[in-house]
């Protein structure tokens, strides 16, 4: 199991919490250290049946300077992948990337299901 995240981010503190609380095993990764690559990204975006948008950190700082709110309307999604793997900070976060799916940002009952095994 792959935790991705940011250690200045309180969700990510509390996702973080919550897996050690249940001791969940799992390798972890700093986000703003080690971006996720276009190739992770998309493996990712389908293991979990993601909207690719919904990938996005909407409420980071480079996000909002972007003004990507609006650019990601007319993007592509080469496009988008291509941005997200550009910086980590761009990426919604935690993530939380299993065997069987990927669960980005942070809810207990969601991360108590794809932990069910661990």
């Not at 690559?37 to 979990?48: A, D, I, V």
């Not at 480079?62 to 496009?79: A, F, Q, V």
Request: charged share 35%.
């Amino acid at each position: 199991m792959l935790f991705v995240w940011y250690p200045k981010c309180g969700t990510c503190r509390n996702a973080k919490k919550w897996l050690d609380e249940n001791n969940v095993t799992y390798e972890i990764r700093d986000i703003s250290q080690n971006n996720p690559t276009e190739k992770e990204l998309r493996e990712w975006q389908k293991k979990g049946q993601l909207d690719v948008r919904k990938m996005f950190n909407t409420s980071g700082r480079l996000y909002r300077e972007m003004n990507l709110k609006e650019k990601l309307k007319t993007m592509s999604e080469d496009e988008m992948f291509a941005l997200l793997a550009s910086d980590g900070m761009l990426v919604k976060r935690p993530v939380l990337v299993t065997e069987d799916t990927v669960r980005i940002g942070f809810k207990a009952e969601t991360y108590q299901e794809s932990c069910t095994d661990c």
